[in-house]
């Protein structure tokens, strides 16, 4: 079952930083996401949303987090929001890497369609690699099922 949650604000900074350099080292070489501005600063949270095993569905429980990342960007001017798509260790590595993109092109479109300017959203996959809870291989962790959503305000 998908969880959707906020984390504490407190990580955020130290994690905007970390998000960044997720985003441009788990990049394919032809889909590699720009970089944040110079001077951009966190502008809201860092959201998660889970996934079932072997699905890049977006359920409907994770729609509070679409809005709620939507309106953030409505609200807080020039914005760059980065969709980071991961996976566990079920399955074969570059099997991972296509579900952790379907995953991540799942919530890149779910933003797109309630309103987030695709010109503001740039979207990456790590497959298994760089996952919140180490694992070996074939185990099922939901919570590397899952795609990182981050805001960043750009300088105005």
Do not use: H
Not at 76 to 91: A, F, L, N, Y
Not at 95 to 120: E, F, H, K, M, Q
Not at 132 to 141: F, H, I, L, R, S
């Amino acid at each position: 079952m998908e969880n959707a949650m906020l984390r504490p604000a407190k990580f955020l900074r130290t994690l905007a930083a970390a998000v960044a350099l997720a985003t441009t080292a788990g990049c394919t070489p032809s889909e590699k996401a720009a970089a944040p501005a110079p001077g951009a600063e966190q502008a809201g949270a860092w959201y998660q949303i889970y996934f079932e095993a072997g699905s890049s569905r977006v359920k409907d429980k994770a729609e509070i987090i679409i809005r709620s990342v939507a309106n953030l960007v409505a609200t807080e001017g020039p914005s760059r929001v980065t969709v980071i798509g991961k996976t566990d260790r079920i399955g074969a590595p570059p099997a991972n890497v296509a579900l952790s993109r379907r995953r991540a092109d799942a919530v890149r479109d779910a933003l797109i369609a309630v309103g987030v300017p695709a010109s503001s959203i740039a979207t990456s996959w790590t497959g298994e690699r760089k996952q919140q809870m180490a694992t070996a291989n074939e185990v099922d962790e939901q919570g590397n099922r899952v795609v990182d959503i981050t805001v960043l305000k750009l300088p105005r």
